[in-house]
């Protein structure tokens, strides 16, 4: 079993939604994207996927977006982006898997999950101040937002404890990176640190704003970027 994560596959199966339009490493790419699953991932292996999943507007018109992510290998994880206006509450979410016999996705919602040696939580983020045009809206959604993400870490940390007593690392999972544009660190940072988490994974950035992305181990947190774009269209295996 092995941990992978990719984020941003903007599938737009069931709508109109050409990617190739910002730039030509996005063409062709859900055919991309297909091989290189198929080729990387394991049945058994389970696949982080932090925002921006699907350009469809309601649930139902996700569904034939929803049905390549299912028929792909692996055990799929799947939290919310800033353009995934499909998103429903978490009830409704399992229902349409439930009803779409999508039995390979689950969803990261005010929730955790154990993965053998480790635990996921995470939530989607937001801009942070410091950002460019950061403003009072912005504010109550970055508040909202840290608290999302503190319930999932209480969560992770009650879970990892419950199930078998085992030492677990704890992987957080956003759709926005946790720092501002300047690289500073955020307070998605502060509380990731004060649970110890060890591994954050995030998407968002493409083209050009992948300039202003941070990884590598900054104060014991190693930072992935995921984006599908950057990543070439192939999940990236999480060591943990």
């Known amino acids: 079993m092995a941990i992978y994560a990719i984020s941003d596959l903007h599938l737009a199966l069931g709508v109109e939604k050409p990617m190739d339009i910002f730039g030509g490493k996005w063409e062709n ?66 229902t349409f898997l439930k009803n779409n016999g999508f039995t390979t996705i689950k969803f990261l919602h005010n929730n955790c999950y154990v993965i053998e040696d480790a635990v996921l939580c995470g939530s989607r983020g937001w801009k942070c101040p410091g950002d460019d045009e950061f403003g009072k809206e912005d504010m109550k959604m970055y508040n909202r937002e840290l608290q999302r993400l503190e319930l999932s870490l209480k969560c992770a940390v009650k879970a990892a404890a419950d199930s078998d007593n085992r030492i677990r690392k704890i992987i957080a999972a956003l759709h926005y990176m946790p720092f ?61």
């Open 29 to 94: 790419y859900m055919e991309k994207l297909k091989i290189f699953w198929q080729d990387t991932v394991s049945a058994d292996d389970y696949v982080i996927v932090p925002g921006d999943i699907s350009w469809a507007t309601y649930l139902e018109d996700g569904l034939r977006d929803f049905e390549f992510i299912n028929n792909l290998p692996g055990k799929k994880i799947i939290l919310k982006g800033n353009h995934d206006y499909w998103w429903s509450t978490l009830n409704k979410l399992e």
């Open 180 to 240: 501002n544009i300047k690289k500073q660190p955020s307070g998605f940072v502060e509380i990731m640190k004060k649970y110890n988490v060890n591994v954050c994974i995030y998407g968002h950035l493409h083209g050009e704003g992948i300039k202003n992305s941070v990884e590598g181990n900054i104060d014991g947190i190693e930072y992935f970027l995921v984006s599908a774009d950057y990543l070439g269209f192939k999940p990236i295996r999480i060591n943990i």
